[in-house]
């Protein structure tokens, strides 16, 4: 897909890498940004259009596919964190609020605005996944790898269901960014808008899966590693 003189809409765009995606956006031609925010006070983007999305609720996103009829590229950014172990009892409700956001929304927001891609043409769906769809830190990540997980899953079958129209499907996978829901983790921590750029040119370069950083690229060769990561290298 090229980008120059697409529509795109991002979701999370007030923040870290959907405000990265929608600069970058723009930098590279697109006609019109909309970014969605569940406040959209709180986008700041110079030269997007605001509009108001939370990816949980289901009436907003008709509503919104509805309006917003020459979206050309549905960028899926919009997420949530939290960690703790699974054994702890808190971690049902913070699984379900995670599935909610990281893997149902976006499904959501796909089903919604499928026939406005199809009519467009050239469009195209970037799903922002996680490396750590592929391993979980003992302890810490094992709900919100679990809806990463999912979500990885449901862009490889959105892929394939949407490729009938002529919509392309890029999954993109990243560690730990410099952005809010970072902050205090350790080790590299990649850069926002340096992650947006490379998800824009693969994008257009027609391929179907990113893996952003040096750290992503490690956690997938270890799903053949000798043990598997996911096996327990991680603890």
């Known amino acids: 897909m090229k980008i120059q003189g697409s529509v795109a809409l991002v979701t999370g765009a007030n923040r870290g890498l959907g405000a990265a995606f929608a600069r970058t956006l723009l930098a590279a031609g697109a006609a019109k940004v909309y970014a969605a925010a569940r406040d959209p006070s709180t986008v700041t983007v110079p030269g997007v259009v605001p509009v108001p999305l939370d990816v949980t609720i289901l009436d907003q996103i008709k509503a919104l596919a509805h309006e917003l009829g020459d979206v050309s590229l549905l960028v899926n950014n919009a997420g949530i964190g939290g960690s703790g172990p699974v054994l702890d009892p808190t971690s049902i409700d913070r699984l379900h609020q995670q599935f909610e956001t990281n893997a149902v929304g976006p499904l959501r927001m796909v089903q919604a605005f499928a026939?406005?891609?199809?009519a467009r043409g050239d469009s195209a769906v970037?799903?922002?996944?996680?490396?750590?769809?592929?391993a979980t830190l003992p302890g810490v990540t094992g709900s919100y790898s679990a809806s990463k997980a999912a979500a990885w899953a449901l862009s490889n079958?959105?892929?394939q269901e949407l490729k009938a129209q002529g919509t392309e499907v890029l999954s993109l996978h990243v560690a730990f960014m410099d952005t809010d829901m970072a902050r205090g983790a350790p080790g590299p921590k990649s850069s926002p808008d340096e992650v947006a750029r490379l998800g824009i040119a693969a994008l257009e370069a027609g391929h179907s899966e990113l893996l952003a950083d040096d750290v992503t690229r490690s956690v997938h060769a270890g799903l053949t590693a000798v043990p598997p990561m996911y096996l327990g290298m991680l603890a």
């Open 126 to 134: 970037i799903n922002v996944i996680s490396a750590l769809s592929w």
């Open 115 to 118: 026939p406005t891609l199809a």
């Open 157 to 159: 079958a959105m892929r």
